[in-house]
């Protein structure tokens, strides 16, 4: 597994986005002050069920949440699922592609 901390969210839009990450998760650890939308960013691409990169972005906006989540959509990833933990908010994603392969019968 490898791990980056990222210094923007522009910077993230730039990363090269693997086609063998089938699924990923972004973890948005809201902010209790009203300055940013949220603390932490933390962004987990996975192969299969193992984790293959791990990102951290500092404190950022919603327009920041928009950029994170809108990228994956254009890169094939649809969303799965949104889940809350204490002040963590979680979206779920799974390659588009990769979910029609796991749904089909043999």
């Not at 693997?18 to 973890?27: A, I, Q, S, Y």
């Not at 963590?88 to 979910?99: L, P, V």
Request: aromatic fraction near 16%; charge should be negative.
């Amino acid at each position: 597994m490898s791990y980056f901390k990222l210094d923007s969210y522009q910077e993230f839009t730039s990363l090269p986005i693997k086609d063998r990450w089938t699924k990923c998760t972004v973890g948005l650890e809201h902010s209790v002050s009203g300055t940013h939308y949220w603390l932490l960013c933390e962004i987990q691409f996975f192969v299969d069920d193992e984790t293959d990169l791990y990102l951290h972005i500092g404190p950022g906006s919603k327009g920041d949440a928009n950029l994170v989540l809108n990228t994956l959509e254009s890169h094939g990833f649809v969303q799965t699922g949104r889940r809350f933990m204490r002040e963590w908010e979680y979206f779920d994603y799974q390659r588009a592609d990769s979910r029609k392969m796991s749904t089909q019968e043999p």
